[in-house]
T-cell receptor, first 116, second 112 residues
C-alpha cells in the first residue's frame, strides 16, 4: 500500500458544527502532516507529527485540533470554524521527519471543506 | 524567513514548444521537490532532488538542482496539452522536524 487515504473527500459544515477529518497510511511512515490550501494558493503547513508526537504547530487557531492516535492515523478535529477556513486540507506522510530520504512526501487526495 | 520563488507564475505555451520554469530559494537546502496539481486535485509527486547537480527526467519533463545557486529548473520539452496543470516546487527546510515550503506555483496552459 503506497497511498495516503483521506476521508471524507468533501465536507460542508456550519459554523457551530463539530467534525473531523481523517488521514490514514500503511507505509510505515513515522511523520505525518496537515496542510491547508486555499484556492489558487500553494499549500501551507499546519501541523507536523513525528513519531506520534506533535512537533510543529504553525500558529494555527485552536478551532483546529490535531490528533495522532497511532502511527498510521492522523485526525484533524474541527470546531466553530469560520467561512474563511474553507479550503482543501491535505494530509501527507514521509518515511521520517528529516525530509523523507529518497522517497519524499506522499500526499493524500485531500478533503475539500466548505464552511457555511 | 525562507522564500521560495517560482517564475513565471503563468505560462501559456503552444504544443511542441520548449520552456523552463525556475524555482529560486533563499536558504541552504539540498532537498527540493516538484509537484503537479490538476484543478481540484491533490499533489502528484514528479521529482525528488536530493543533492547538488541532481538531474531527473520523466517523459517530457526534466528537473535539475543547483544547491550553490539555490536554483531548480523544470524543463518542458515539446509540450502537449496533457501537461496543462499547476506545477509547484517545494523546498525541504530539513532539520529534525521536516517541513516543506512551497513556491506559489506555475499555472501552465498548453494550447494546440
Amino acid at each position: 500500500d503506497t497511498e495516503v487515504t483521506q476521508t471524507p473527500k468533501h465536507l460542508v459544515m456550519g459554523m457551530t458544527n463539530k467534525k473531523s477529518l481523517k488521514c490514514e497510511q500503511h507505509m510505515g511512515h513515522r511523520a505525518m502532516y496537515w496542510y491547508k490550501q486555499k484556492a489558487k494558493k500553494p499549500p501551507e503547513l499546519m501541523f507536523v507529527y513525528s513519531y506520534e508526537k506533535l512537533s510543529i504547530n504553525e500558529s494555527v487557531p485552536s478551532r483546529f485540533s490535531p490528533e495522532c492516535p497511532n502511527s498510521s492515523l492522523l485526525n484533524l478535529h474541527l470546531h466553530a470554524l469560520q467561512p474563511e477556513d474553507s479550503a482543501l486540507y491535505l494530509c501527507a506522510s514521509s518515511q521520517d521527519p528529516q525530509g523523507a530520504q529518497d522517497y519524499g512526501y506522499t500526499f493524500g487526495s485531500g478533503t475539500r471543506l466548505t464552511v457555511v | 524567513e525562507l522564500k521560495v520563488e517560482q517564475n513565471p507564475l503563468f505560462l501559456s505555451m503552444q504544443e511542441g514548444k520548449n520552456y523552463t520554469i525556475y524555482c529560486n530559494y533563499s536558504t541552504t537546502s539540498d532537498r527540493l521537490y516538484w509537484y503537479r496539481q490538476d484543478p481540484g486535485k491533490s499533489l502528484e509527486s514528479l521529482f525528488v532532488l536530493l543533492s547538488n547537480g541532481a538531474v531527473k527526467q520523466e517523459g517530457r519533463l526534466m528537473a535539475s538542482l543547483d544547491t550553490k545557486a539555490r536554483l531548480s529548473t523544470l524543463h518542458i520539452t515539446a509540450a502537449v496539452h496533457d501537461l496543462s496543470a499547476t506545477y509547484f516546487c517545494a523546498v525541504d527546510v530539513g532539520g529534525s522536524q521536516g517541513n516543506l515550503i512551497f513556491g506559489k506555483g506555475t499555472k501552465l496552459s498548453v494550447k494546440p
